[in-house]
């Protein structure tokens, strides 16, 4: 199976396409849908709305950024074997050919009684129906210092693709040889899991081929890698024998700016050259200022059938800010999935049809240990009706053997796809 009929047999399965025949309900032509957030999560649901409505809904994607820059593949940027242009898509093709209105602002305030959203520019938009998908917020906070550090331009986290990109790659090509390039990593759940670990292998390459006598070191809060652990560890060892220093459960709880200094809960401070230091996370901002954030007071708790919080009606919340389902990754590719289901859900309710019972899922995740070779893990899951929650589909999706150039291709063949998929 190809990774298009990966992501399209994962549409078809949800079981979207029943009643496309049947015009389209009074309730759906009226109503006002907005979306918040043009990544994977957002801009798919305002793709697949329109579509799903036969083009009758009206829907208004607000993200304040002018093009989509992907996550996924950004560590390439970083290690300096990729541009940031190659990752880089415009959102016209949404509205051209889909007839999405597109509103670049960001949005300040939602208010669930009023069914009003209020954007930084002033204005209030009504609201039948909001999709927010803001990704996750990073608690700068958790770490001593790291908020006056970050705004000295000594830490960088580069966690939402863009500038921070690049200016991580330019900190990285100025390091003098033999100095170190340290990665925190906090305790999991976290913005796509294997991503740190992808970030080492990019960094280890660039120094490799320029600056061989450095090191990168990987402090990991958590007990072991959290994701493709012997597919990693692995290629640290073939690919970078020397080069990355992983070190477990070292906690990062403060950092020295001035110094380049980190303290560790319990282990010995330690000083680096380039610190990407990444912070513990909570869903997206906007989610926590209306109040969703009802799990842990961290995540969104969300009904999976349409992905509706729990604690507010008429609010449908995807992607990283959610209450992930056992197993369900915090990932793009997931986003887009969840996008799908909420946006058939949205329709089917608007139109007075039943929502369907038994969406399914899939997952499929890239890891590049170099420049080209690439290793992955793919998964797919089934809604429960009896656990009410997404369940692994035992012996679906799978992980690779070793990683290889092939895949390499495959990860850029998805990427293409997705990306058509979310904006074409």
């Known amino acids: 199976m190809d990774r298009r009929q990966f992501i399209g047999q994962g549409t078809a399965a949800l079981g979207l396409l029943a009643?496309?025949?049947n015009p389209a309900h009074a309730n759906l032509q009226k109503a006002q849908i907005l979306v918040i957030g043009g990544g994977y999560g957002g801009a798919t649901?305002?793709?697949?709305?329109?579509?799903?409505s036969n083009n009758t809904a009206q829907v208004t994607l607000i993200e304040p950024n002018a093009s989509f820059v992907s996550c996924p593949l950004s560590n390439l940027v970083v290690g300096g074997s990729r541009s940031l242009a190659e990752i880089t898509s415009p959102y016209d093709t949404l509205s051209k050919r889909h007839g999405v209105k597109i509103i670049q602002d960001s949005v300040i305030s939602?208010?669930?009684?009023?069914r009003i959203v209020k954007l930084s520019s002033g204005i209030a938009l009504p609201y039948d129906k909001v999709v927010v998908s803001p990704g996750v917020s990073l608690l700068m906070d958790s770490i001593e210092g790291l908020a006056s550090a970050n705004k000295a331009g000594a830490t960088l986290q580069a966690w939402k693709a863009g500038p921070e990109t690049?200016?991580?790659?330019k900190q990285l090509a100025a390091m003098r040889d033999g100095g170190t390039f340290a990665i925190t990593i906090p305790e999991a759940p976290y913005r796509c899991p294997p991503a740190p670990y992808e970030r080492a292998c990019q960094v280890a390459s660039?120094?490799?081929?320029y600056k061989p006598k450095s090191k990168v070191l990987i402090l990991d809060a958590n007990d072991d890698v959290t994701s493709k652990g012997a597919l990693f560890k692995k290629a640290w060892a073939d690919e970078y024998p020397g080069l990355i220093d992983y070190r477990p459960r070292n906690n990062v709880i403060a950092v020295d700016g001035k110094t380049k200094t980190l303290k560790i809960e319990v282990e010995e401070d330690v000083r680096a050259d380039v610190l990407n230091v990444l912070p513990a996370m909570n869903a997206g901002l906007i989610a926590i200022k209306t109040g969703l954030a009802n799990s842990n007071g961290r995540w969104v708790n969300v009904n999976y059938l349409n992905f509706e919080s729990t604690a507010q009606k008429n609010i449908h919340v995807l992607g990283d800010s959610i209450q992930v389902a056992p197993a369900m990754p915090k990932s793009g590719h997931m986003a887009n999935q969840q996008a799908k289901v909420a946006a058939a859900a949205i329709v089917a309710e608007l139109n007075g049809w039943e929502i369907n019972p038994t969406p399914v899922v899939n997952n499929a995740c890239y890891s590049f240990v170099n420049a080209t070779e690439t290793i992955h893990v793919a998964s797919v899951h089934q809604y429960s009706a009896v656990n009410k929650t997404f369940?692994?589909?035992h012996g679906a999706g799978g992980l690779s053997t070793k990683p290889s150039s092939l895949e390499g291709r495959y990860a850029w063949g998805w990427a293409h796809n997705i990306w058509a998929d979310t904006l074409g």
Do not use: Q, T, W
């Not at 649901?45 to 799903?52: C, E, G, I, V, W």
């Not at 690049?166 to 790659?169: E, N, P, R, S, T």
């Not at 660039?206 to 081929?209: F, M, Q, R």
């Open 19 to 21: 009643g496309f025949s």
């Open 45 to 52: 649901a305002a793709k697949y709305l329109r579509l799903f």
């Open 110 to 114: 939602i208010d669930p009684d009023k």
């Open 166 to 169: 690049v200016a991580l790659y």
């Open 206 to 209: 660039y120094l490799k081929k």
């Open 391 to 393: 369940e692994p589909v």
